[in-house]
């Protein structure tokens, strides 16, 4: 235990880790806007790769041996310094900026919804933002489905805004903080993974499904919930997304087709069902049905539904935009374009792009 001595004279911003203590970890737990020592520095390889979940490769460290003397190396070199490494007694991590740290932006946020704050920021409620929050997602999804790692990265800071500052209001209304939200998903994982935190365990993937719904059912048991097999997947979802969701849970307990050719004879079936239709109330429940099992025709060829349909969305949108920014550049007039033509230049984009 320290000296109130030492605890006093320790600099500011100082943190001293033990080097064998990191040798479990897969991700830093110091913030790294804070000085960094590492007594006993140990496994250079593990090491490099430990901190570079928070530092950038061109980083320089220094290496502190018993005799004061001190040498540096960029973090990238960190693995080809073993020998180093092992005669320091203590590498030394410089921090960085504030604003590279998860509790930089905490503060950020709790400082927009202080009394000194933002007027706007201060009146948000749990619910005043939740079409917002639903926006960004779908921000973020367009980004994700065109792979495109600038928007990935910017929309990702978008909707962690909106998980911080929810953390927030409800810490300001004393019923949870961030710290809860965080402890109670990270319990929930190390549970549910049991063959990685508790007894290691080789499983497929259909496995680790299979094992997460058991999983589940025993926290439900154990927390004394009565919840139905498709309970617990949000009706606010897409309805695609839903219904795959549907299908995915139904079919762990054997609510399945034998093979994909029962799949796909029952959407014939309903293909035939709605051409024999007779009105629009008949012809839009045959509709559904052919899509929920054309959903799940997609299950079973192992494709997200939701995903490809707003890929085919996207494709599109970018024939249409194409045709579009060509009759501008022609100086015509789409809407009195003819079909022929569109068909030209959208067969254009679409050799272009293929």
């Given at each position: 235990?320290?000296?109130?001595?030492?605890?006093l004279n320790t600099p500011a911003n100082t943190v001293v880790?033990?080097?064998?203590?990191?040798?479990?970890?897969?991700?830093?737990?110091?913030?790294?806007?804070?000085?960094?020592?590492?007594?006993?520095?140990?496994?250079?390889?593990?090491?490099?790769?430990?901190?570079?979940?928070?530092?950038?490769?061109?980083?320089?460290?220094?290496?502190?041996?018993?005799?004061?003397?001190?040498?540096?190396?960029?973090?990238?070199?960190?693995?080809?310094?073993?020998?180093?490494?092992?005669?320091?007694?203590?590498?030394?991590?410089?921090?960085?900026?504030?604003?590279?740290?998860?509790?930089?932006?905490?503060?950020?946020?709790?400082?927009?919804?202080?009394?000194?704050?933002?007027?706007?920021?201060?009146?948000?409620?749990?619910?005043?933002?939740?079409?917002?929050?639903?926006?960004?997602?779908?921000?973020?999804?367009?980004?994700?489905?065109?792979?495109?790692?600038?928007?990935?990265?910017?929309?990702?800071?978008?909707?962690?805004?909106?998980?911080?500052?929810?953390?927030?209001?409800?810490?300001?209304?004393?019923?949870?903080?961030?710290?809860?939200?965080?402890?109670?998903?990270?319990?929930?994982?190390?549970?549910?993974?049991?063959?990685?935190?508790?007894?290691?365990?080789?499983?497929?993937?259909?496995?680790?499904?299979?094992?997460?719904?058991?999983?589940?059912?025993?926290?439900?048991?154990?927390?004394?919930?009565?919840?139905?097999?498709?309970?617990?997947?949000?009706?606010?979802?897409?309805?695609?997304?839903?219904?795959?969701?549907?299908?995915?849970?139904?079919?762990?307990?054997?609510?399945?087709?034998?093979s994909i050719d029962g799949v796909r004879a029952k959407l014939?079936?309903?293909?035939?069902?709605?051409?024999?239709?007779?009105?629009?109330?008949?012809?839009?429940?045959?509709?559904?049905?052919?899509?929920?099992?054309?959903?799940?025709?997609?299950?079973?060829?192992?494709?997200?539904?939701?995903?490809?349909?707003?890929?085919?969305?996207?494709?599109?949108?970018?024939?249409?935009?194409?045709?579009?920014?060509?009759?501008?550049?022609?100086?015509?007039?789409?809407?009195?374009?003819?079909?022929?033509?569109?068909?030209?230049?959208?067969?254009?984009?679409?050799?272009?792009?293929?």
């Amino acid at each position: 235990m320290m000296t109130i001595d030492q605890i006093l004279n320790t600099p500011a911003n100082t943190v001293v880790v033990e080097g064998k203590e990191l040798s479990a970890l897969e991700h830093l737990l110091v913030p790294p806007h804070l000085d960094l020592f590492i007594r006993h520095p140990q496994n250079a390889a593990h090491l490099k790769h430990l901190l570079l979940t928070e530092y950038p490769a061109d980083h320089s460290v220094e290496f502190l041996f018993a005799d004061g003397k001190a040498d540096r190396c960029c973090m990238s070199d960190l693995d080809t310094n073993e020998p180093m490494l092992k005669e320091a007694a203590a590498l030394h991590v410089p921090p960085l900026q504030p604003n590279q740290s998860f509790e930089y932006f905490q503060n950020v946020v709790a400082v927009l919804r202080s009394p000194d704050g933002c007027p706007w920021d201060r009146k948000q409620t749990h619910q005043s933002l939740r079409d917002d929050f639903l926006q960004e997602v779908y921000e973020l999804l367009e980004g994700l489905d065109r792979l495109e790692m600038g928007m990935i990265e910017e929309e990702l800071g978008d909707v962690l805004l909106h998980i911080v500052i929810q953390a927030q209001i409800a810490q300001e209304n004393q019923t949870f903080n961030m710290g809860d939200v965080v402890r109670h998903i990270s319990e929930k994982l190390i549970f549910r993974h049991e063959h990685v935190f508790g007894k290691a365990e080789s499983l497929s993937p259909d496995e680790v499904i299979t094992r997460w719904e058991q999983m589940k059912k025993l926290e439900r048991e154990k927390e004394q919930k009565s919840q139905g097999l498709l309970d617990g997947i949000s009706k606010a979802m897409p309805a695609l997304s839903m219904a795959f969701a549907y299908q995915k849970r139904a079919a762990r307990v054997g609510f399945d087709w034998d093979s994909i050719d029962g799949v796909r004879a029952k959407l014939d079936e309903e293909i035939r069902e709605f051409e024999k239709a007779d009105s629009s109330e008949s012809q839009a429940e045959e509709l559904g049905d052919m899509l929920f099992t054309l959903v799940n025709l997609a299950r079973w060829l192992k494709i997200d539904p939701e995903t490809a349909l707003r890929n085919a969305n996207l494709k599109f949108y970018d024939r249409v935009h194409y045709v579009e920014s060509k009759a501008k550049l022609l100086g015509k007039d789409l809407f009195e374009m003819p079909m022929s033509e569109k068909d030209q230049y959208w067969d254009e984009y679409k050799n272009k792009s293929a």
